[in-house]
């Protein structure tokens, strides 16, 4: 664990579209990941922001970075041998649980990526994993190639440059008149999530489910990551969560607080 | 054996508190820390309007102690007494922290939150949030002149929470109490900072933090057996309480109870209970009744 902001340097960075790249760091600390914990980053003069990791080797750590706003539009703009100061790892993953034989994984957008790190897992266990991934278009499909090597894929792109032309819960429910599943891992944007609980649901099935609220401390402190109406914190006792406490989310699809602790509804 | 404790005319079920700031904003937060085995749980500090805080980073973890720059972030009145609502129909015992830039506005929170807590605590000393108002702490008439003002409009008790300043500590808390406080919490966080040496800047967006965790207990306490020296009114400690042993030095020192926050990070929610079972056991060991006849004991010389 690093615990506070560290400066780690940038060894490799990979583009997969206009919008998303990964940045791969060489850690000199001994660190253990589990798929679907996430790392505070920061660079000077920007925000401090929670980023899950896609890859790992012992040593070698991949963060997945949309530029969606100011900071990680300037950290888009970071070259090799430059350095993202780091903490973390932080929260509680994916679990894999014994005696499972097959999963499914199903990742919408940028919520592909620490599945990755899951897929590698389950498959390194000898579970048969299946992806369902889910993209804006075809470049989207973070780390398809990779998935591919792990198991079979299903793919759904909004524009229909690759795979099913729609949505990639479609896609999955589709699949499940012909098959079933031990498990569904997901992580993706909030309706995606919230269609998955429904479909977990009507057929019976497990699911695990990362989430995403505004993160300031990330470890569990200040409460802004904070869901109702259990007071679980994303950042602590998420950003995993199981199907029994995801169900009981009530505020999951309808709204999430602001940096003031406003409540935001999610429709706006 | 009962370690129930009474602070003036409030009475909790045991002597640990959650401390303002931490998991403070929503009724389901700060149920579950209530249920999770806290004697009381206190509120993020409230303004009249939403305050966003400031940008991120707002944490730094030294090891031993963290540095925060949340700087008062809160939904505003408003939405923290349909909060409040909440909190208060599952019965939980609920402190309202509030701060204002002015005497004016730390009346009106008061006048406004007083039916829905069971007593208000006076912010007067966070180190992290800009402009005026919070500079209050450190000087004593104004500290009095706040208390007295908010005290007047007050159905509750008044608790005032002070700065770690070991050197003023006891003027300080006299003002509290001459001004109608019916206890202090010692104390707040100590105004810090941390330097990246490779950007040549400090960290934290607002420059200064505040010293939290293990670093701050030493401090906090030499400001509770110093105060006890010179006041009447209960203290609650607060600063680097992470075990029984801990909540009990602060209690030798003259702390009646005892405010609970980093510690979360590393013991979990877990601790009040832990905390509480703790004291249990080294009451009995040392046959002693309840806690109020261990308050102040390092005093006898």
């Not at chain 2, 009106?108 to 800009?130: F, G, I, Q, R, W």
């Not at chain 2, 402009?131 to 007047?152: A, D, F, N, Q, S």
Request: with cysteine; charged share 20%; proline share 4%.
């Amino acid at each position: 664990m690093i615990v506070s902001q560290k400066p780690i340097e940038i060894v490799n960075i990979l583009t997969h579209s206009n919008r998303i790249k990964t940045f791969y760091l060489k850690l000199k600390d001994r660190i253990r990941v589990a798929p679907g914990q996430f790392m505070m980053v920061w660079i000077p003069d920007a925000e401090e922001i929670p980023i899950s990791i896609s890859y790992f080797n012992g040593s070698t750590m991949g963060l997945t970075i949309a530029a969606v706003g100011e900071t990680t539009r300037q950290i888009h703009k970071l070259k090799i041998h430059d350095s993202l100061y780091v903490r973390g790892p932080y929260g509680n993953g994916f679990k894999i649980p014994r005696g499972i034989n097959k999963i499914w994984i199903i990742g919408g957008g940028y919520g592909i990526a620490p599945l990755l790190l899951l897929a590698k897992k389950a498959s390194s266990m000898n579970v048969k994993v299946i992806s369902f991934l889910g993209a804006r278009n075809k470049d989207e499909l973070l780390f398809y190639d990779q998935f591919k090597l792990l198991g079979e894929v299903f793919a759904s792109t909004d524009d229909g440059s690759e795979g099913f032309h729609g949505d990639v819960t479609t896609l999955v429910e589709k699949y499940l008149s012909v098959s079933k599943t031990d498990l569904m891992y997901a992580c993706g944007p909030e309706d995606m999530i919230v269609k998955l609980i429904k479909l977990a649901c009507n057929h019976n099935l497990n699911l695990q489910a990362s989430l995403e609220r505004l993160i300031k401390c990330g470890i569990g402190l200040c409460g802004s990551c904070c869901l109702d109406p259990l007071g679980l914190r994303v950042c602590r006792d998420g950003p995993v969560f199981p199907l029994k406490i995801l169900v009981k989310l009530n505020e999951l699809g309808c709204y999430y607080r602001s940096p003031s602790g406003v409540k935001v509804k999610l429709s706006d | 054996m009962s370690i129930n404790v009474s602070l003036g005319a409030l009475s909790l079920r045991n002597p640990t508190i959650l401390a303002s700031g931490i998991l403070g904003t929503t009724a389901s937060s700060l149920i579950r820390v209530y249920k999770s085995g806290a004697g009381a749980v206190v509120s993020k500090s409230i303004s009249i309007n939403p305050n966003e805080g400031y940008k991120t980073p707002v944490l730094i973890d030294l090891g031993y102690g963290y540095i925060n720059s949340m700087g008062l972030p809160n939904p505003g009145l408003d939405e923290m007494i349909v909060e409040f609502k909440v909190v208060k129909s599952k019965k939980v015992k609920l402190f309202g922290s509030i701060f204002a830039s002015d005497i004016d506005e730390f009346k009106y929170l008061a006048s406004k939150l007083t039916d829905y807590v069971d007593a208000l605590e006076l912010n007067l000393s966070c180190p992290t949030k800009m402009g005026v108002g919070l500079e209050i702490g450190k000087i004593p008439w104004m500290v009095e002149e706040t208390t007295r003002e908010v005290y007047k409009k007050s159905k509750v008790p008044v608790i005032v929470k002070l700065p770690p300043l070991v050197t003023l500590i006891d003027e300080l808390t006299l003002a509290a109490e001459d001004g109608g406080a019916s206890a202090v919490t010692l104390t707040n966080t100590a105004k810090a900072m941390k330097i990246d040496v490779f950007s040549k800047k400090p960290i934290l967006q607002g420059v200064y933090g505040g010293l939290s965790g293990k670093a701050l207990k030493p401090l906090s306490l030499a400001c509770v057996f110093k105060a006890y020296e010179v006041l009447s009114i209960p203290i609650i400690g607060c600063g680097g309480i992470y075990s029984w042993e801990d909540a009990v030095e602060y209690i030798l020192a003259g702390a009646k109870a005892i405010q609970i926050g980093s510690a979360i990070v590393s013991e979990g929610l877990g601790i009040f209970k832990k905390i509480c079972i703790g004291i249990k056991k080294y009451l009995e060991e040392n046959n002693i009744d309840k806690i109020n006849d261990l308050v102040g004991l390092a005093h006898r010389r």
